[in-house]
C-alpha cells in the first residue's frame, strides 16, 4: 500500500497545470489570501483552494493566518529546490557550451 509521501506532489507537477502556474505567478508578485487569487481567475474559491493545497504539498507556497483569512505566499524555500533543479541543467548546458567553444577555438 502506498505512503502518503509517494501520493506527494514535486514542484514541478504541481506548476505543470496551468490554473496552478497562474496562481504562483501571482503569489510571486505578492502574497495574496484565496478570495483575492478566486477573484482573478476563471476559477471558483473552492477550486483556488484545492489548487493552494497542492502547491502547498508541494512545498511551493506557505500560508498565514491573518484574522479570519489565509494569506498565501511563495515558499523561498521551495522555490530555492526547483531553482537548484534547474541550475544543474544550466550548468551542464555552460559546460558543453565552453567544451565546444574551447574545440573550435582550437581547430582554427
Request: aromatic share 8%; glycine share 6%.
Amino acid at each position: 500500500m502506498p505512503t502518503n509521501q509517494q501520493y506527494r506532489v514535486d514542484g514541478l507537477s504541481a506548476l505543470g497545470d496551468p490554473t496552478r502556474r497562474a496562481i504562483f505567478e501571482r503569489l510571486a508578485d505578492r502574497p495574496r489570501a484565496v478570495g483575492e487569487v478566486a477573484s482573478e481567475l476563471p476559477v471558483s474559491r473552492p477550486a483556488v483552494s484545492q489548487h493552494l493545497r497542492v502547491l502547498k504539498d508541494a512545498g511551493l507556497v506557505i500560508d498565514q493566518r491573518v484574522g479570519t483569512r489565509r494569506v498565501y505566499s511563495v515558499d523561498p524555500e521551495g522555490l530555492e529546490a526547483l531553482r537548484a533543479y534547474f541550475d544543474q541543467f544550466w550548468n551542464r548546458a555552460l559546460a558543453a557550451f565552453k567544451d565546444v567553444a574551447e574545440r573550435r577555438s582550437k581547430e582554427v
